[in-house]
């Protein structure tokens, strides 16, 4: 079994930026792919980016390229997502998300997720 904690979620000046972590645990050979999701209140689970174990490949959603940034720490088993130049819109639950499939990634996450963490909250004030 796999588990996500994330973590640097909090309240943040608009334009200012933050630094979201997710420490994974348990059984972590089995990780394929690691994504970043986020869901603001009364619209879908969204998809930021996706970064594959083997190989680091990543695959960000259009809406993610300019200033969101996935990076890791592989002895920490940690996964980054910098987020810069931040907007009110920002405000979301943040996720993080595993794949255990090797299914590979699509736009902006993996697929196949079947692990998530319990998220942290990003508020963004103007």
């Known amino acids: 079994q796999v588990q996500l904690l994330e973590s640097g979620g909090g309240s943040v000046q608009e334009g200012g930026h933050l630094r979201l972590s997710c420490v994974a645990s348990?059984?972590?050979?089995?990780?394929?792919?690691l994504s970043w999701f986020r869901q603001i209140p009364g619209r879908e689970r969204e998809g930021l980016v996706g970064?594959?174990?083997?190989?680091?490949?990543?695959s960000y959603a259009d809406s993610a390229l300019a200033r969101f940034t996935i990076s890791r720490d592989i002895p920490k088993n940690t996964v980054y997502l910098q987020i810069s130049s931040m907007r009110t819109e920002d405000t979301a639950m943040y996720f993080c998300?595993?794949?255990?499939?090797?299914?590979?990634?699509?736009?902006?996450?993996?697929?196949?997720?079947?692990?998530w963490g319990q998220g942290t909250q990003v508020t963004v004030s103007s």
């Open positions: 998300a595993a794949s255990t499939k090797a299914l590979g990634l699509s736009k902006g996450a993996c697929n196949g997720v079947d692990v």
């Open positions: 970064i594959l174990s083997r190989t680091g490949s990543t």
């Open positions: 348990g059984n972590i050979p089995s990780i394929t792919c």
